[in-house]
């Protein structure tokens, strides 16, 4: 049965546009754009390059095929079945986590494919530390925007706060990457798509944040009652 329920939202993830174009086409088309001109001239990449993308494919995935989808899912009455246990909500949020999580995979193993073909270094280490930071980070994003199915959002509105998230969080990124001052790039390292980039060489810090995103997140899954996500606000 778990498999056969992982396969079943697999599909369903894989049957929606928007999660192939924004979390799998998206993060690849972005990467040879803009290593484009080092590709062309043949120069060695570093393994860094591929920390924002893979960054960005945790948050949109966490936010978008995870969140959003909850709302949908709620506003459509889909866990009117499950306001007499809390047993059948939590597994469902497990697989449905578990299911985008093969799709993170299919999208690192796709930037990471495109990244070898770009004659990019060969550090399995340095590879293995980029997927742990982006696992890390999907799992904590994902709990944290669990708390979506409490906020007073509709189908439309969630949409609009996962777009304004996205979109904010890209522009903090580009402003952390290209400001000099000490005080606005420790500010701005809270920032999801940074601090997922940045634990591939952890500090206390960054692992205080994701610490502190994962214990809320699982004490929030853990301490639920279902009967709030079956009436509308």
């Not at 860094?48 to 709302?71: D, K, M, Q």
């Not at 059948?88 to 999580?101: A, E, K, T, V």
């Not at 000099?180 to 701005?188: E, M, N, Q, T």
Request: one cysteine or more.
């Amino acid at each position: 049965m778990f498999w056969n329920t992982i396969a079943i939202l697999i599909k369903e993830q894989i049957r929606e546009p928007l999660t192939l174009v924004w979390n799998i086409i998206m993060p690849l088309v972005a990467f040879l754009a803009f290593n484009y001109q080092s590709i062309i001239d043949g120069s060695r990449l570093e393994s860094e390059t591929l920390f924002p993308y893979i960054a960005y494919a945790a948050l949109s995935l966490a936010l978008y095929s995870f969140g959003v989808v909850l709302i949908a899912r709620r506003e459509a009455g889909f866990f009117l079945s499950m306001t007499h246990t809390k047993r059948s909500f939590r597994l469902y949020i497990i697989y449905h986590m578990l299911s985008i999580y093969v799709i993170f995979i299919v999208t690192f193993l796709c930037l990471l494919g495109a990244f070898l073909l770009s004659s990019g270094e060969r550090d399995m280490q340095a590879f293995a530390a980029i997927f742990f930071s982006g696992s890390v980070g999907f799992l904590g994003l994902c709990l944290v925007f669990l708390g979506m199915l409490f906020l007073p959002l509709t189908l439309q509105s969630a949409y609009s706060f996962a777009s304004f998230v996205i979109l904010g969080s890209l522009s903090l990124f580009w402003f952390h990457t290209t400001t000099a001052s000490p005080l606005v790039i420790d500010f701005l390292r809270f920032n999801p798509i940074s601090l997922i980039a940045s634990l591939a060489s952890p500090d206390i810090v960054n692992i205080s944040m994701i610490a502190i995103y994962l214990f809320a997140g699982l004490a929030f899954v853990l301490t639920v009652k279902p009967t709030p996500f079956a009436r509308r606000f």
